[in-house]
């Protein structure tokens, strides 16, 4: 059964650092494009970066660029969002995602709708 299992998350401060991880059993993520999503409370989920399984620049929701970074880590057949200068807006549960159509993530957007399979999430929560 395939798991993706999200850590990484807690209660943080505005500034603060956090780097969120994803591991994958029962697939390997080399042969997946992966996405990060968030949810804030009250609000619809939003795609805030992915990785394609193909070369090319990863995506980034316009509001984190420069601020978050996505990198995967084959031998340990995990993927990381290092997340810096958190904001309060930042605060939501992070889900990681798989999609085995790189159709799905490319270097200008991200379409949830052709991820196969979701993790459970973790929650993120930045205090100003």
């Known amino acids: 059964q395939v798991q993706l299992v999200e850590s990484g998350g807690g209660l943080m401060q505005a500034g603060d650092s956090v780097r969120l991880s994803c591991a994958a059993s029962?697939?390997?993520?080399?042969?997946?494009?992966i996405g990060w999503f968030r949810q804030a409370p009250g609000k619809e989920r939003e795609g805030v970066s992915c990785i394609s399984k193909r070369a090319g620049a990863p995506y980034y929701l316009e509001s984190v660029k420069g601020r978050f970074t996505i990198s995967r880590d084959n031998a340990k057949n995990t993927v990381y969002l290092q997340v810096d200068s958190l904001k309060p807006e930042d605060t939501g549960v992070y889900y990681c995602?798989?999609?085995?159509?790189?159709?799905?993530?490319?270097?200008?957007?991200?379409?949830?709708?052709?991820?196969?399979?979701w993790g459970q999430g973790t929650q993120v929560t930045v205090s100003s």
């Open positions: 995602a798989v999609a085995q159509d790189s159709w799905y993530c490319s270097g200008d957007m991200i379409d949830e709708n052709g991820y196969d399979y």
């Open positions: 029962e697939i390997t993520l080399a042969y997946y494009s």
